[in-house]
């Protein structure tokens, strides 16, 4: 699975989301698949970007709660079935989570050095 289906697969999942949250998506979901991809918070926003263009998500900007600054988000449209392939088990338990953040979430499991 290359990063471009990843990130697909990924945003499929959680319907929409920002580059934050699929980034960390992606991060456990490598691990868990055991891909050897090099997967950087640009390279999840350039994937974003792409999708975005061949029409399979739509961009927009949401207000954080504090209203301080917008933030991109990305929701798929119906043409995201086309490329998205179904995730492992505990990525697709995460990508369900909804007061614990991905990020959050990969930032807590993550082994200390």
């Known amino acids: 699975m290359d990063l471009r289906t990843l990130v697909a697969s990924i945003l499929a999942s959680i319907t929409s989301g920002d580059?934050?949250?699929v980034y960390a998506l992606a991060l456990v979901a490598r691990n868990e698949l055991g891909l050897k991809l090099e997967i950087s918070p640009v390279a999840v926003e350039e994937a974003?970007?792409?999708l975005t263009e061949e029409g399979y998500a739509a961009e927009y900007e949401e207000m954080t709660l504090d209203l301080s600054r917008k933030v991109k988000k990305y929701i798929i449209?119906?043409?995201?079935?086309?490329?998205?392939?179904?995730?492992?088990?505990?990525?697709?338990?995460?990508?369900?989570?909804?007061?614990?953040?991905?990020t959050f979430y990969h930032l807590?499991?993550?082994p200390t050095k």
């Open 19 to 21: 580059a934050n949250s």
């Open 48 to 50: 974003l970007r792409q």
């Open 77 to 102: 449209t119906d043409k995201m079935k086309e490329l998205a392939k179904p995730l492992p088990p505990k990525t697709q338990q995460l990508a369900k989570l909804r007061y614990v953040t991905p």
């Open 108 to 110: 807590l499991n993550q």
